[in-house]
């Protein structure tokens, strides 16, 4: 048994309708990776019911297991909004969804998070921020003012798979765009941040 075996083992199992959403992913899509997965899940879940969000706000559905991790916490009258701008996978996140006891508390919309983020009247949370990796400072802009002071923002992949720490290709537009975002929110004093090096990095931030 190596590490992360033993770590699935000894946390909250997966639930069933994930299992079959992360099989069906594995199965029908390629870069079946981006998909949160068992551990992540539970964290993105435990993290939820300690923030106790109202409004949440995701870029990049992908699949739609993250959304039904972060959906499985919140109260009545809670909301989740997603944005996936991938529109050949809106049929298969809706089936995720209908399949789910969360479906009337997502909201899906299909676009590009930059323009649809404008449109979308509402206070959050919480966000969790997993779309273009080339546009995470865009991303932490935009949705900076419309998190209420005590909100949190997660983002995803802020270690890529350790290349922050390698010579950077001038070419590797992703590599180069994660260490802006991330030398950026390092020194931002309009919040509180610290990097989980969970999976492939998961920072946690806090608006003062
Ligand atoms: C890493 S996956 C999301 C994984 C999902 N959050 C999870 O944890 O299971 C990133 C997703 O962002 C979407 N995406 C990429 N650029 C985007 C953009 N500009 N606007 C909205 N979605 C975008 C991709 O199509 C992809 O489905």
Redesign the pocket.
């Known amino acids: 048994m190596n590490l992360d075996e033993y770590i699935s083992n000894h946390s909250d199992a997966e639930p069933e309708y994930l299992a079959k959403i992360n099989r069906a992913t594995h199965v029908k899509l390629i870069n079946p990776r ?3 997965g068992h551990l ?1 899940g539970r964290v993105l879940s435990m993290f939820c019911r300690m923030i106790q969000p109202n409004r949440i706000l ?6 739609g ?2 959304a039904l991790c972060m959906a499985e916490a919140l109260p009545e009258g809670g909301v989740l909004h997603t ?4 529109d050949e ?1 809106e049929d298969f996140i809706l089936q995720n969804f209908a399949g789910s006891e969360y479906a009337d508390k997502i909201q899906l919309h299909i676009g ?3 323009t649809e983020i404008e449109k979308l009247n509402e206070t959050f949370d919480l966000v ?1 921020i ?3 990796k080339r ?1 995470y400072l865009d991303y932490y802009e935009a949705v900076l003012p419309k998190l209420r002071c005590g909100g949190y923002i997660l983002a ?1 992949n802020t270690l890529w798979d350790g290349k922050v720490l390698k010579t950077v290709e001038p070419n590797d537009k992703q590599t180069i765009e994660i260490m802006r975002f991330n030398d950026f929110v390092a020194t931002d004093p309009r919040v509180e941040k610290v990097i989980l090096p969970l999976r492939d990095g998961l920072t946690l931030i806090r608006k003062k």
């Open positions: 981006m998909c949160s992540q995701e870029l990049g559905t992908f699949t297991y993250s944005i996936e701008c991938d996978l590009d998070a930059l969790f997993d779309a273009d546009e995803d």
